[in-house]
């Protein structure tokens, strides 16, 4: 009866189910017109486009950048706004925004977008911040605010920017984000997660102030089922507002938009492709050459920088074509496309995080840019139902984090993101998940150079048939995963790309339909080497078996002994066991398994019990045994604690569906004080940390050194060769990369 109870009032399984199918089935039906009922006529404003017979990505009409810091002109957009709550009409929100909604929405805003408008009775608000107030400490909940909020502010810009690319850049607002500049309707994003950008050169006045407006609509979760996240009950808090950074860049008329760099083999080659804007008034033939760098793990901005450009060493050497030229049109894009190889190339690996910087300059006449990006050499392949990262077989032992701090929320800075990861390495983790949903970007930049192999999720959480329909219509999700990938597709750190977490297996026939379109979409259009996997529970996990067809990687929630089940060991490894026969093909990550402690850690030993029963399971099904050999029949790839820091959830629903904080932590969220949990399993993952969670390296890795001038002063003179007469070792950071040395990360 205590374990009933404790789920009634902790879980979003059984209890939650059911008042979620009754919640779903009453607004569902509902007359009540402009309610949950209806399907929004807002589509996705993300396409693509063959550009040069690659596909590119449009968004409100302007390409997609890859969201990597530059050293261009920007002004930081944060600091205080003016901001006023109001009661937003849902249906002019999820419409799409022709000439009459537009009219409609501007109408209610009455006058709100305009310059003039009277906002002095308006309170500040410092941005970026969700907008809810927070508590400051766990003893007390966020406030659940839901709704509708305007936000205004004036920045002044220098007459010097004109004649460029200027875009707005969005690194999180939730949840539909409207833009006026100057009184002008600029264009309108869905989405609370992933970051966005609208080119607004043609809105700015240049050499004086311009006045922005922003509209935000996030409806109360549930509302509408047609929204993504769509649950009532999620397992976090959903905050509202303009929640991450928000700031304008400035870059020369012909730029280099984004550079795609994607390993496709361990030993160093390369796919680049690099999309070129040209605003100029006339057609340019742009030359785009390549040039990488070894990452300088001793640079200062290593750890307090996220600009590419600030991390960067000794030159690197590439093999192949490193320049071509393409043809760009006035107004319009090209794209060059390169197949290179890094010499001796030191790869990307949890335990020895070794980074590359690429620099792409594009050139045509007087103008020039230069792009940085940050990448590694790292593979993700699955052979005989493992998963092998750069050919080495995997079980790599993890937690999950929610973004989520009592001061700030979801809102998150480069200085709080860094001492989480660095935490979570204390815990001797090497795979981090980060779901339910995308997180700051700035996450992922560090993952790369702190070593944590990353999951990353769209919210597409607990999706019904009537959701699954929704968007097959709206196509909502599928953007979602479309620019989550486009944002990360740089990132080594990154393995899997999550589709979905604990959609009911009764709909599992739409839940195929969607992966299978997800799938399609990815090996056409973004093809980036990753393995794509999802999130279901384990519990009936055969009815679900049809949904893993599309995928790579069958990732499942194994709460075996928790929410379902009664023996955490035995029935943990049977599941592992018996999903390895049905689908011996694919790698087995678990996504979540854990316990919650009760707030005031009362239940805190239950944690450590379940860790010790289920972890037990996990080492004896595992692809590499604790002493780092392969076990030819393992399938269990890596596992995921849920969660490293407690977490606000629920959204302010009644106390009785669920308390404001979720204590399956190991850690609270002062991320100071750890319950029992935390340190048992810090010593239990260390002898896998200790090896790097990495089987043997493959016979086939090359073996070579790396090209070295013997003249300094001009890397172009005649007299420059490719002898190793500098009597460094040159092996030894081959050997570094094998072994997994943590030399080569800053440690």
């Not at 007459?159 to 309707?185: H, K, P, V």
């Not at 929640?243 to 730029?255: G, K, V, W």
């Not at 999550?498 to 009911?504: D, Q, V």
């Not at 977490?647 to 029992?676: C, V």
Request: proline content about 7%.
């Amino acid at each position: 009866m205590k374990k009933f109870f404790r789920h009634f009032r902790n879980a979003a399984h059984p209890f939650l189910f059911f008042c979620g199918i009754a919640w779903s089935i009453f607004i569902f039906l509902s007359p009540i017109s402009g309610w949950a009922g209806e399907v929004g006529s807002l589509k996705a404003t993300l396409e693509w486009v063959q550009i040069n017979g690659a596909p590119v990505a449009l968004q409100w009409g302007s390409p997609v950048p890859d969201f990597e810091l530059q050293d261009h002109p920007t002004i930081n957009l944060g600091g205080y706004w003016k901001k006023e709550r109001l009661t937003l009409n849902h249906d002019l929100s999820f419409a799409a925004r022709n000439g009459e909604t537009l009219q409609a929405i501007e109408a209610e805003g009455d006058g709100r977008h305009l310059p003039g408008y009277d906002d002095s009775a308006w309170l500040g608000k410092k941005l970026p911040m969700v907008e809810s107030y927070m508590p400051g400490d766990e003893s007390n909940p966020p406030e659940p605010f839901h709704g509708g909020v305007w936000y205004r502010r004036s920045v002044f810009v220098p007459e010097t920017w004109q004649g460029n690319i200027n875009r707005l850049i969005s690194l999180g607002a939730n949840y539909i984000f409207d833009l006026w500049i100057n009184g002008q309707y600029v264009g309108v994003h869905e989405g609370g997660y992933t970051p966005f950008a609208f080119d607004v050169s043609a809105y700015l006045d240049y050499g004086a102030e311009n006045f922005i407006a922003v509209r935000i609509d996030k409806p109360f979760p549930g509302i509408r089922q047609d929204a993504v996240p769509a649950w009532i009950a999620m397992d976090w808090w959903d905050y509202t507002g303009i929640i991450q950074d928000l700031y304008l860049e400035s870059a020369p008329p012909l730029q280099v938009v984004r550079a795609d760099i994607i390993p496709r083999d361990y030993n160093g080659t390369l796919d680049v492709k690099v999309v070129v804007e040209n605003k100029t008034a006339a057609a340019q033939s742009v030359t785009v050459s390549l040039q990488p760098y070894h990452v300088d793990p001793t640079a200062p901005g290593y750890l307090n920088d996220p600009h590419p450009a600030a991390i960067i060493g000794k030159p690197a050497y590439l093999e192949g074509e490193d320049a071509a030229t393409v043809q760009v049109p006035a107004g319009g894009l090209g794209v060059a496309k390169f197949s290179v190889r890094i010499v001796a190339p030191l790869r990307w690996t949890p335990k020895g995080p070794f980074l590359y910087v690429m620099e792409t300059t594009a050139r045509a006449g007087s103008f020039i840019d230069v792009h940085y990006n940050q990448f590694g050499v790292r593979t993700v392949t699955r052979e005989n139902g493992q998963l092998r990262l750069n050919g080495r077989v995997a079980f790599l032992p993890g937690i999950a984090r929610h973004e989520d701090w009592p001061d700030s929320g979801r809102s998150a800075t480069w200085e709080k993101i860094r001492d989480d990861l660095q935490l979570i390495r204390e815990l001797n983790v090497l795979f981090l998940r980060t779901g339910h949903y995308p997180n700051h970007p700035y996450t992922y930049v560090l993952a790369d150079r702190l070593g944590l192999a990353v999951m990353e999720e769209i919210p597409v959480y607990w999706f019904f048939s009537w959701n699954w329909s929704r968007q097959d219509e709206r196509r909502i999700a599928d953007q979602m995963f479309r620019e989550m990938a486009l944002a990360g597709a740089n990132r080594p750190s990154i393995i899997l790309w999550s589709l979905s977490n604990e959609c009911p297996f009764v709909f599992a026939y739409a839940n195929t339909a969607y992966n299978q379109r997800i799938a399609d979409d990815f090996h056409t259009h973004l093809d980036d080497g990753r393995m794509l996997t999802q999130s279901p529970a384990a519990q009936n996990w055969r009815l679900s078996l049809s949904t893993e067809e599309p995928l790579d990687v069958a990732g499942w929630t194994t709460y075996y002994g928790v929410f379902y089940g009664d023996d955490q060991y035995a029935e943990t490894k049977e599941f592992i066991l018996q999903h390895a026969q049905e689908k011996p093909e694919l790698p087995i990550v678990s996504t979540e398994y854990g316990a919650w402690s009760e707030a005031d850690d009362s239940n805190a030993q239950e944690q450590v019990d379940l860790f010790g029963g289920t972890w037990q399971a996990f080492t004896e099904t595992a692809a590499l045994d604790p002493q780092g050999n392969v076990r030819p029949n393992g399938r269990l790839a890596a596992v995921t604690w849920f969660c490293v820091f407690n977490w606000f959830t629920k959204n302010g629903l009644p106390e009785f569906i669920a308390p404001y904080l979720q204590s399956m932590g190991i850690i609270h969220m002062d991320r100071t004080t750890w319950k029992p949990a935390a340190e048992v399993l810090r010593e239990a993952y260390r002898v896998y940390y200790e090896f790097g969670g990495l089987g043997p390296v493959p016979d086939d890795y090359v073996d070579e050194e790396e090209p070295v001038d013997d003249d300094t002063t001009d890397d172009d003179a005649a007299d420059d060769d490719a002898a190793d007469d500098d009597n460094d070792n040159d092996d030894q950071a081959a050997a570094d990369d094998d072994d997994d040395s943590v030399g080569g990360c800053g440690w």
